[in-house]
């Protein structure tokens, strides 16, 4: 029961950082090209950037899936560690890879 409670929840994390990573791609900045007054050169102007918080929180959430994820399994960081073997090296390799 524990191990579905874990699934779950970093199954929900997960989802909405995805959810937070697609409204920072289409809140985006955009940019429009403005000469300086001197007509000497131009510059871009920014409108306002919300999608950088949309795209920290995302960065949060998939942080605290690992963090729920490794406190759960004990993995490597908190409590006694696997055997040395081929669990540890998959679970070793799964966690890279999931970065």
């Given at each position: 029961?524990?191990?579905?409670i874990?699934?779950?929840?970093?199954?929900?994390?997960?989802?909405?950082?995805?959810?937070?990573?697609?409204?920072?791609?289409?809140?985006?900045?955009?940019?429009?090209?403005?000469?300086?007054?001197?007509?000497?050169?131009?510059?871009?102007?920014?409108?306002?950037?919300?999608?950088?918080?949309?795209?920290?929180?995302a960065?949060l959430l998939?942080?605290?899936?690992?963090?729920?994820?490794?406190?759960?399994?004990?993995?490597?960081?908190?409590?006694r560690?696997?055997?040395?073997?081929?669990?540890?090296?998959?679970?070793?390799?799964?966690?890279?890879?999931?970065?």
């Amino acid at each position: 029961m524990a191990s579905i409670i874990v699934q779950v929840s970093a199954l929900l994390l997960n989802l909405f950082a995805f959810g937070l990573a697609v409204a920072a791609e289409q809140h985006r900045s955009k940019a429009t090209v403005t000469p300086d007054l001197a007509k000497e050169y131009d510059y871009c102007v920014y409108d306002s950037d919300v999608a950088t918080g949309y795209g920290v929180g995302a960065l949060l959430l998939l942080t605290a899936a690992q963090v729920v994820v490794m406190l759960a399994s004990r993995c490597f960081c908190c409590g006694r560690g696997l055997k040395p073997g081929g669990s540890r090296a998959c679970a070793l390799m799964l966690f890279l890879f999931s970065w």
